[in-house]
């Protein structure tokens, strides 16, 4: 019988900002739980190869990742998950085939690592995509949808990416797609002479506060529009200057979209909030910034009004890359030795229990063949103990050689087959072990006792 591997077999579905327009990135978009829980069990459903699955979704991604059963091909997993996709999103096979990138094993789990680091990001360095793929992998445990498999990869990704952070200089300008934004209005601000330092913000999402909190921090007042007051009243308790920001229903949008030269919009909205309905002829010119996707700001009929969408922000952000090239180069090093980190901890997370395991169990027999022979009188009861320490030293030099062997193999490929002989020899498989144990043995930054 062919024994099945227990190094996992990673799998990874990308849709980026590199490879896709915005306006496709839009339709794969999931921005509520309820719809990406049903794309999950739609893939559990279909796809029976697919052991573990998890779904990134932001602004400039569209990601699957996945571990797959031993012998399973992966090529024919990316075909299930496109014609997947192409139904549930109304899109077709042939226009998803050209954008996917798809990558397994030490490539998917480099990938990953490069992801939670912000090294494939729009905005080389920004730190919002760690928490983003935080709150993916976290929906997908708690939903059952991923368990030890993902959660030694996600649990290295963070690792990956605090070393990412702490040992080079990229992210320290704490630059994001936000931060990008209130950047260029800050330069139109100067440019154009406006008076008044004021912007309105449309959400009270991730992506808006941390667009608020920019705001404050180049002296602008900003009025928020959103649906729920307790959370604005919960979000001003984190800043330092909360009477420079004010907040208002947004079913009051028509009484100030007309207002204001400076808007920035991210809701979760699959819909245009800003609609051109709305507007109404001004007589000084006006800069939205769209930072949602699906897009909330229906492209102003006006040409006064000046719309820079997430894609549009790219080019501003190429001098920042450069100048990050140094710290992006470290930054690699770092994913690149995290990826052959990470399956050298997995093989040893395999060899090291099964050593334990294989001297328990020598212990426990020599033990039970000891109390027998006392019980049956063919040693004398006050030769125990001296029996007792012949027999581990017995046992000791007999484990001696496979001890070695195993930990010298730990790094190898092979050693996964050994391990599985051993297990399978000695009967020493804990397959059935309680679920929230194994995981607690991984430690993984989400997960909690």
Same mark, same amino acid.
């Given at each position: 019988m062919e024994l099945e591997t227990h190094l996992s077999k990673y799998f990874t579905l990308a849709f980026t900002h590199k490879s896709m327009s915005l306006e496709m990135r839009e339709k794969l978009a999931i921005n509520s739980s309820a719809t990406l829980k049903e794309f999950l069990q739609t893939i559990k459903n279909h796809c029976p190869n697919i052991k573990e699955c998890m779904v990134l979704s932001t602004c400039n991604r569209f990601e699957i990742y996945a571990s797959l059963k031993h012998g399973a091909h992966a090529n024919e997993q990316k075909s299930a998950l496109l014609k997947i996709l192409a139904q549930n999103k109304k899109m077709s096979v042939s226009d998803l085939e050209k954008c996917a990138l798809m990558s397994v094993d030490e490539s998917a789990v480099h990938h990953v690592f490069s992801v939670c680091s912000s090294l494939d990001s729009l905005v080389v360095g920004e730190t919002q995509i760690t928490g983003q793929m935080k709150n993916a992998y976290k929906f997908a445990f708690e939903e059952k949808f991923c368990s030890k498999d993902l959660t030694r990869l996600l649990h290295f990704a963070f690792k990956c990416a605090a070393k990412v952070r702490n040992l080079t200089g990229i992210s320290k300008q704490g630059v994001s797609i936000s931060s990008v934004a209130v950047k260029e209005a800050l330069n139109i601000f100067e440019k154009e002479r406006i008076k008044d330092k004021k912007a309105l913000v449309i959400g009270l999402g991730e992506m808006s506060q941390l667009v608020i909190?920019?705001?404050?921090?180049?002296?602008?007042?900003?009025?928020?529009?959103?649906?729920?007051?307790?959370?604005?009243? $919960?979000?001003?308790?984190?800043?330092?200057?909360?009477?420079? #920001?004010?907040?208002?229903?947004?079913?009051?949008?028509?009484?100030?979209?007309?207002?204001?030269?400076?808007?920035?919009?991210?809701?979760?909205?699959?819909?245009?909030?800003?609609?051109?309905?709305?507007?109404?002829?001004?007589?000084?010119?006006?800069?939205?910034? $769209?930072?949602?996707?699906?897009?909330?700001?229906?492209?102003? #009929?006006? $040409?006064?009004?000046?719309?820079y969408s997430v894609d549009d922000l790219e080019p501003m952000v190429k001098e920042n890359v450069e100048n990050r090239q140094e710290s992006r180069t470290k930054a690699y090093e770092i994913v690149g030795l995290a990826t052959m980190e990470f399956y050298q901890w997995i093989q040893s997370l395999e060899v090291e229990p099964v050593i334990k395991d294989l001297r328990e169990l020598a212990r426990i027999s020599a033990q039970k063949e000891l109390q027998k022979a006392l019980k049956k009188r063919y040693v004398?009861?006050?030769?125990?103990?001296?029996?007792?320490?012949?027999?581990?030293?017995?046992?000791?030099?007999?484990?001696?050689?496979?001890?070695?062997?195993?930990?010298?193999?730990?790094?190898?490929?092979?050693s996964d087959v050994l391990v599985g002989a051993i297990k399978n020899l000695f009967n020493l498989d804990k397959s059935n072990a309680n679920h929230a144990q194994n995981l607690n043995l991984y430690k993984c930054e989400y997960y909690e006792e």
């Open positions: 909190k920019h705001l404050l921090n180049k002296q602008f007042e900003t009025l928020i529009l959103g649906r729920n007051a307790a959370k604005f009243e $919960d979000f001003i308790k984190e800043l330092e200057e909360p009477k420079k #920001v004010s907040f208002q229903n947004i079913e009051n949008l028509n009484a100030y979209i007309n207002e204001c030269q400076l808007l920035f919009c991210a809701t979760s909205s699959p819909h245009f909030i800003v609609q051109n309905c709305m507007l109404k002829e001004t007589i000084f010119r006006r800069f939205w910034f $769209d930072l949602a996707v699906p897009r909330n700001i229906e492209k102003p #009929v006006l $040409d006064n009004i000046f719309l004398p009861k006050e030769c125990e103990s001296n029996i007792e320490k012949i027999l581990h030293n017995a046992f000791n030099t007999f484990l001696h050689h496979p001890t070695i062997a195993l930990k010298k193999n730990a790094q190898k490929e092979e």
